[in-house]
């Protein structure tokens, strides 16, 4: 059986949902924040705030609401059931899209490594052009799905050379070991958890050079309500944010204890995905940039309904940057 390590070098939209959070708080009195978190590696910098209370040490008392995916989790904050969630900007562009006031407050982590294509090479697929025609699941309307355009786009190829199959991620490793699928879009994870059944049957296909076309944000946003009723507890919920990239660079080797534990994952692993993240808080221009190319490629699928009015602008507008302004100005640095 081929390791992680080698196994990784080999290579939403927006609707609400049955969902069972594990903890909800109260909703905002005073200080007291809730915060909807997703799951996964990607989400260190929160994990890792958690773990250590760097909320408290900011003087908010944090409640914690899971959701297995970031469009539950940004549905609580639209909703206002939660004032902040960990999400991409998928979800948040298309959010935004229907009329709804998402704001950012904060780009954390950003990766064009997480994602990946994998194939089960008994099928006769161990290159990208052996897809052409194949079935290959992702999560239709979400950054797996932008993902394998573009990367299908990197090899000459586009989603009509491919029958797409809509899933879940666990539900992607059981289809390509039974081979109901010849590959999937999705996370290391889950290309780990398909090589853990079928051993060096799963391969990871070639994705060289698509950090040149895609990269995906993992996003702090909250409700607009709090931002304009309570900016101070945002620039609180920030400097929280602030305090945990310095944790993580300062003392690794305790971040990783802490999203190990988080995420039930080992050691090993954890520091495989915190590897493939780049952590800093900031708030840019790139930020709007692919925020518009993935909103401009919805519209052209019908996964989103065209836009009448000027994209940037929306996207741009969306950005709360007064909070991250006020405590690290050098982070931001947005047009506009």
Known sequence: MISRRRLLQTGG?????????????SARAGTA??????????????????????????????SVAKFTAGRLALDAVLTESADFCTTTQSPTLLALMRGLEPRIVADFSRSSKEMLVAANKS??????????????????????????????????MTLNDVELVNMGGPEMVTAVVRGDVDA?????????????????????????GIEKIWAY????????????????????AVQS???????????????????????ATSTDDTTIGMDLLDIGVTLDD??????????????????APPYDGDLRTLFRNAVYEDALQNLAPERVTLSG
């Open 13 to 25: 939209y927006l609707g609400l949902a049955t969902v069972v959070p594990s903890v909800i708080g």
């Open 33 to 62: 924040i809730t915060i909807a978190e997703s799951e996964g590696h990607g989400w260190a910098v929160v994990y890792t705030a958690d773990a250590a209370d760097l909320w408290n040490k900011n003087g908010l008392e944090a």
């Open 123 to 156: 099928l006769g697929v161990s290159k990208p052009s052996d897809l052409m025609g194949r079935k290959i699941a992702t999560k239709i309307g979400t950054s797996g799905h932008f993902f394998l355009n573009q990367w299908l786009a990197l090899h000459g």
């Open 184 to 208: 999937f879009a999705w996370d290391w994870l889950t290309a780990i958890a398909a090589q853990d059944q079928a051993g060096d049957d799963i391969v990871v296909l070639d994705r060289e």
């Open 217 to 236: 944000r993992l996003v702090f946003v909250a409700n607009s309500s709090l931002v304009e009723e309570s900016p101070e507890t945002v620039e609180r």
């Open 241 to 263: 944010l602030l305090d945990a990239e310095d944790l993580i660079n300062t003392d690794r080797s305790q971040a990783i204890e802490y999203v190990a534990e988080r995420t």
């Open 286 to 303: 790139g930020l709007v940039d692919v925020m518009v190319a993935e909103a401009e490629w919805a519209i052209g699928q019908g996964i």
